[in-house]
């Protein structure tokens, strides 16, 4: 079993940026952050593996980071839009790196992010 704690989410105005952070009880292979706005589908944002292979939706290319610490994973948000306002997880597999949410175990309880206009 692996816990994880989403922290780092706020409001901001467009433009604007912000890290997220997500503790984990134990190392995993693989992290992503997916995020969920209302009455959407929740999407992947990014991945990383435990080689720091990265990879990222179109949409947040150029503008979002992720990156992995010990028992720890960050995304640095930049440039943020309306658009990228939701609410934010983190997900762990054991697994390859991947984008499909259905694939991750491990959810945290979500962090949110309000960008405004």
């Known amino acids: 079993q692996v816990s994880l704690a989403e922290s780092g989410g706020g409001s901001v105005q467009a433009g604007g940026s912000l890290k997220l952070s997500c503790a984990t009880s134990?190392?995993?292979?693989?992290m992503a952050w997916f995020r969920q706005a209302p009455g959407k589908q929740r999407e992947a944002v990014a991945a990383?593996?435990?080689?720091?292979s990265t990879e990222y939706v179109d949409s947040v290319k150029g503008r979002f980071t992720i990156s992995r610490g010990k028992n720890a994973l960050y995304l640095e948000m930049n440039s943020l839009q309306p658009e990228d306002t939701a609410m934010y997880y983190c997900?762990?597999?054991?697994?390859?790196?991947?984008?499909?949410?259905?694939?991750?175990?491990?959810w945290g309880q979500g962090t949110q992010v309000t960008v405004s206009s």
């Open positions: 990383i593996d435990r080689y720091h």
């Open positions: 997900a762990a597999r054991s697994g390859p790196l991947s984008l499909v949410k259905t694939v991750y175990d491990y």
């Open positions: 134990r190392f995993t292979p693989t």
